[in-house]
């Protein structure tokens, strides 16, 4: 079980709760305080005077006061207006993780929102009710409006929810879980859609699979080392010394680990004087998408543990202000530039595809197969990873730097987070399937070498890959075989596999 208390949370432990199917509890010392929070919202009610979103309207709306008679019904027009997402759902696991950030954040006790509402929010998780939210229309401020929204209004008994794999209206997925619906009250609705967790939901999900990734491609690059026979002064740990990134210093490390003990690569004569920059500076290259990783991680982390709606409460001393947390700049910046990063892990990773394949710079068989011409080996997989490193080049064009009014220009510069974070998920995928790729066609190009020279940890990897798919020895349908390495690397099993002679890689 894991516990909420709107601090000290990181995104790899939601993801693996929910990946685990791991239930959520909730702090009771700070329920206490998010009740604190509730008590200033009926005091703000009972004196009258005028507050953003408890008794006023939203955005553009927000001079157009609202009788105490009606702030219940406000909350809930809130929540149906708001209702109008398009596009393909998100999976259950972005909609979970949704939940479980978005409670956190209101467990901070300054969002005016009782406690038995934060409990059924959790509640859904626990009980697998997932509903379905529409994985466009949110601009990233005032927050993922729109995706919140989907996702609050199964709370009250609307909208969709899968239970148990069925796709229900959002109250007989309540009833079929044993759980009631809520009537919101002031400052309810907006509490729990003013905020960021859309975005950062993905954020969270794509940085835990990122960084197997990461180091699924050190895996990756150590095997095309050995079997092109890369020269390892490259990766000497006292060139590296005198740059001093951080990142370029690990990947390094790791090469040197992965690669130790290898007869293919340490221990010859290299009848060049020099590598391919796609074989010489992967520490560099590597390195640097390792930095901007660990600040990603950084900005993510502190998103999840902070409160990004509007107005915030400020019970110990009775004040309300009304600012702009629900912005998501921090996030939109920091999501473009992990995309930017991986993509380039893919575009080098691609290069040395091409450089397994080609015969003019490999020294192997045209396209890793003997009877070439008869047979086109993996000249086409080439082609693929071109495709997608050229489609990341379009999806890396940064999300952020755009910006639509909003709000009858009240809301007149938007981060366009929630589109970094789609963008970033397709990078991702993409760049999984080149790492795939690169491996197949590395262990391809090892059938041509003396696989007992090589390293334990890269034999280590070989032979699991190899246990998926067989030596090619003519041409075959691929597809399958390039989704088979794809599972090993997604699922961290590539990893394992060198990590398991290496002790680790960092």
Same mark, same amino acid.
């Given at each position: 079980?894991?516990?909420?208390?709107?601090?000290?949370? *990181?995104?790899?432990?939601?993801?693996?709760?929910?990946?685990?199917?791991?239930?959520?509890?909730?702090?009771?010392?700070?329920?206490?305080?998010?009740?604190?929070?509730? #008590?200033?919202?009926?005091?703000?009610?009972?004196?009258?005077?005028?507050?953003?979103?408890?008794?006023?309207?939203?955005?553009?709306?927000?001079?157009?006061?609202?009788?105490?008679?009606?702030?219940?019904?406000?909350?809930?027009?809130?929540?149906?207006?708001?209702?109008?997402?398009?596009?393909?759902?998100?999976?259950?696991?972005?909609?979970?993780?949704?939940?479980?950030? /978005?409670?956190?954040?209101?467990?901070?006790?300054?969002? @005016?929102?009782?406690?038995?509402?934060? /409990?059924?929010?959790?509640?859904?998780?626990?009980?697998?009710?997932?509903?379905?939210?529409?994985?466009?229309? *949110?601009?990233?401020?005032?927050?993922?409006?729109?995706?919140?929204? $989907?996702?609050?209004?199964?709370?009250?008994?609307?909208?969709?929810?899968?239970?148990?794999?069925? /796709?229900?209206?959002?109250?007989?997925?309540?009833?079929?879980?044993?759980?009631?619906?809520?009537?919101?009250?002031?400052? #309810?609705?907006?509490?729990?859609?003013?905020?960021?967790?859309?975005?950062?939901?993905?954020?969270?999900?794509?940085?835990?699979?990122?960084?197997?990734?990461?180091?699924?491609?050190?895996?990756?690059?150590?095997?095309?080392?050995?079997?092109?026979?890369?020269?390892?002064?490259?990766?000497?740990?006292?060139?590296?010394?005198?740059?001093?990134?951080?990142?370029?210093?690990?990947?390094?490390?790791?090469?040197? /680990?992965?690669?130790?003990?290898?007869?293919?690569?340490?221990?010859?004569? $290299?009848?060049?004087?020099?590598?391919?920059?796609?074989?010489?500076?992967?520490?560099?290259? $590597?390195?640097?998408?390792?930095?901007?990783?660990?600040?990603?991680?950084?900005?993510?982390?502190?998103?999840?543990? *902070?409160?990004?709606?509007?107005?915030?409460?400020?019970?110990?001393?009775?004040?309300?202000?009304?600012? @702009?947390?629900?912005?998501?700049?921090? %996030?939109?910046?920091?999501?473009?530039?992990?995309?930017?990063?991986?993509?380039?892990?893919?575009?080098?990773? #691609?290069?040395?595809?091409?450089?397994?394949?080609?015969?003019?710079?490999?020294?192997?068989?045209?396209?890793?197969?003997?009877? *070439?011409?008869?047979?086109? @080996?993996?000249?086409?997989?080439?082609?693929?990873?071109?495709?997608?490193?050229?489609?990341?080049?379009?999806?890396?064009?940064?999300?952020?730097?755009?910006?639509?009014?909003?709000?009858?220009?009240?809301?007149? $510069?938007?981060?366009?987070?929630?589109?970094?974070?789609?963008?970033?998920?397709?990078?991702?995928?993409?760049?999984?399937?080149?790492?795939?790729?690169?491996?197949?066609?590395?262990?391809?190009?090892?059938?041509?070498?003396?696989?007992?020279?090589?390293?334990?940890?890269?034999?280590?990897?070989?032979?699991?890959?190899?246990?998926?798919?067989?030596?090619?020895?003519?041409?075959?349908?691929?597809?399958?075989?390039?989704?088979?390495?794809?599972?090993?690397?997604?699922?961290?099993?590539?990893?394992?596999?060198?990590?398991?002679? %290496?002790?680790?890689?960092?």
């Amino acid at each position: 079980m894991l516990k909420l208390s709107g601090s000290n949370l *990181s995104g790899h432990e939601v993801v693996r709760a929910i990946r685990q199917g791991k239930t959520f509890s909730l702090d009771t010392k700070q329920l206490e305080k998010a009740a604190k929070a509730r #008590e200033l919202v009926l005091r703000l009610l009972d004196e009258g005077s005028p507050v953003y979103g408890i008794n006023t309207g939203f955005g553009k709306l927000a001079d157009t006061s609202i009788s105490p008679a009606s702030v219940a019904e406000l909350q809930r027009n809130l929540i149906l207006s708001h209702s109008c997402g398009v596009g393909e759902p998100f999976s259950g696991e972005v909609v979970k993780t949704m939940i479980i950030l /978005r409670a956190n954040a209101l467990m901070k006790g300054h969002s @005016g929102i009782r406690p038995e509402v934060i /409990r059924l929010l959790v509640e859904l998780v626990n009980q697998n009710v997932i509903p379905v939210v529409p994985s466009q229309g *949110s601009v990233g401020a005032s927050g993922d409006l729109v995706p919140l929204a $989907h996702m609050s209004a199964v709370l009250i008994g609307e909208g969709e929810a899968y239970y148990r794999d069925q /796709r229900l209206p959002g109250a007989k997925a309540l009833e079929r879980a044993g759980l009631a619906p809520v009537q919101l009250e002031a400052k #309810e609705g907006l509490a729990l859609i003013n905020g960021t967790q859309a975005m950062t939901a993905q954020a969270v999900l794509a940085l835990y699979d990122s960084e197997i990734l990461l180091k699924t491609s050190d895996v990756a690059s150590s095997l095309t080392m050995e079997a092109l026979h890369g020269i390892p002064d490259s990766l000497d740990e006292r060139v590296h010394a005198l740059r001093a990134h951080r990142g370029q210093m690990l990947v390094a490390s790791n090469l040197r /680990r992965l690669l130790s003990g290898s007869d293919l690569v340490y221990g010859r004569t $290299h009848p060049r004087i020099q590598d391919a920059y796609s074989l010489r500076c992967i520490p560099q290259v $590597h390195g640097a998408t390792r930095d901007a990783y660990s600040y990603v991680e950084q900005v993510i982390n502190t998103e999840i543990n *902070s409160v990004t709606d509007n107005p915030i409460l400020f019970p110990e001393d009775g004040q309300v202000i009304s600012a @702009g947390n629900f912005h998501g700049q921090p %996030v939109a910046l920091a999501l473009d530039f992990l995309g930017i990063a991986l993509a380039e892990l893919g575009n080098i990773s #691609e290069r040395r595809i091409e450089r397994l394949v080609n015969p003019q710079l490999s020294g192997l068989p045209p396209f890793l197969t003997r009877e *070439s011409g008869l047979n086109s @080996g993996y000249m086409i997989v080439q082609y693929t990873a071109a495709a997608l490193v050229s489609e990341n080049k379009v999806l890396a064009h940064p999300a952020s730097v755009d910006s639509i009014p909003t709000s009858a220009n009240q809301e007149d $510069h938007v981060s366009m987070g929630s589109i970094a974070a789609r963008k970033l998920g397709s990078i991702l995928a993409n760049v999984q399937n080149i790492a795939a790729i690169e491996i197949l066609c590395a262990c391809q190009a090892l059938e041509f070498s003396d696989r007992s020279r090589m390293a334990p940890a890269t034999r280590a990897v070989y032979d699991l890959v190899r246990s998926a798919v067989p030596p090619l020895e003519g041409d075959r349908f691929l597809e399958p075989e390039i989704k088979a390495v794809r599972d090993l690397v997604v699922s961290g099993q590539i990893l394992k596999a060198a990590a398991g002679q %290496v002790g680790q890689v960092d």
